[in-house]
């Protein structure tokens, strides 16, 4: 089913690539067109997901790498083609500013992840250094109980003899 993801993927794409295309002329401004960017991005990272796990199965028969290549490089010239008509539209730089905001996006997303998941085995960690605190010193407990019953009884003997 990976080739099928591929296949739907670069169809995904095409069809981002052509939304763009066509709302571009209408466009007042880039927030006109950032739903078909959403789709572009998220095609493209469905294309790039897909051939990763397609790798994985070592499928190296010349028809699968021949497509894996042109895929990419069909992908790539749409990608150039609507960061040139992005940037004729807006104005120059507008697609590599779109480029590294999202990249921004993306990085902080991930450091908030990553902070996420110290967090919570951080939390983790506290709970079972409290659980090891509270079962010493329940054993503890029960070792001094334990104690003082024992001394009771011998006590308790001596006194009977």
Do not use: H, Y
């Amino acid at each position: 089913m990976v080739i099928g993801e591929a296949i739907t993927g670069i169809m995904l794409f095409k069809q981002a690539v052509d939304g763009i295309k066509s709302a571009l002329n209408t466009a007042n401004d880039v927030s006109d067109i950032a739903s078909q960017l959403d789709d572009l991005f998220r095609a493209e990272d469905d294309v790039q997901k897909a051939r990763n796990k397609k790798a994985g199965f070592e499928n190296f028969s010349t028809e699968s790498v021949a497509q894996e290549v042109i895929d990419a490089k069909l992908a790539k010239e749409k990608m150039q083609e609507i960061a040139t008509l992005v940037n004729l539209r807006f104005g120059p730089n507008t697609w590599s500013e779109i480029l590294s905001l999202r990249q921004q996006k993306i990085r902080k997303q991930r450091e908030l992840i990553k902070m996420q998941k110290k967090e919570r085995l951080q939390k983790q960690m506290q709970i079972q250094e409290t659980l090891k605190q509270v079962g010493l010193a329940v054993a503890i407990a029960v070792g001094v109980v334990v104690c003082i019953f024992v001394g009771f009884v011998t006590m308790a003997r001596g006194a009977e003899t």
